[in-house]
């Protein structure tokens, strides 16, 4: 726009303005109207939050409960992890400390801890002769770049 265009509207400008920064600036506004879009509710798919926050006082209950199924895992054998394969979540916590993650899935468990060198994922499950879950699987990579590492050297690295 010119000068003469913007006197009448009050504006002044010194020099015309670059049709390309107009250019630029419609698009930036066609990309934002595009994103709010992208927010705006539809009715009838989506979940929509509560309109108005739980009650002071009150719990929001567990998605997902775990449940005890009758099974019996097989129990992974690997030298150097005798004393982690088939303990429970109290003697893992003794040997490697509080688990960085602690997640349910049903009634399978995982345990999660981490040192500087190797992350070692524990897998318990709850067997008929013991409702308690058990660990019965072991997995340890590296912290660094996720490539797998020796299972029995992590357990050695990360014991307390």
Request: net charge positive; glycine share 10%; aromatic share 4%.
């Amino acid at each position: 726009m010119t000068h003469d265009r913007l006197a009448p509207l009050g504006l002044t400008t010194a020099a015309p303005m670059n049709p390309f920064v107009r250019l630029r600036g419609g698009l930036a506004a066609a990309g934002l109207a595009l994103l709010l879009a992208g927010c705006a509710s539809t009715s009838g798919g989506g979940v929509s939050a509560p309109s108005h926050p739980p009650k002071r006082g009150t719990q929001i209950p567990n998605v997902r409960q775990p449940t005890h199924t009758a099974r019996d895992p097989s129990f992974q054998a690997i030298p150097g992890a005798e004393g982690v394969i088939g303990s429970n979540e109290s003697q893992l916590v003794r040997m490697f400390g509080e688990p960085r993650l602690n997640v349910w899935e049903g009634d399978a468990r995982k345990l999660q801890f981490t040192g500087k060198a190797c992350l070692l994922d524990v897998y318990l499950y709850p067997s008929t002769a013991s409702k308690e879950p058990r660990a019965s699987y072991i997995d340890a990579r590296r912290v660094s770049d996720g490539q797998d590492v020796d299972r029995a050297a992590c357990i050695a690295a990360l014991r307390k």
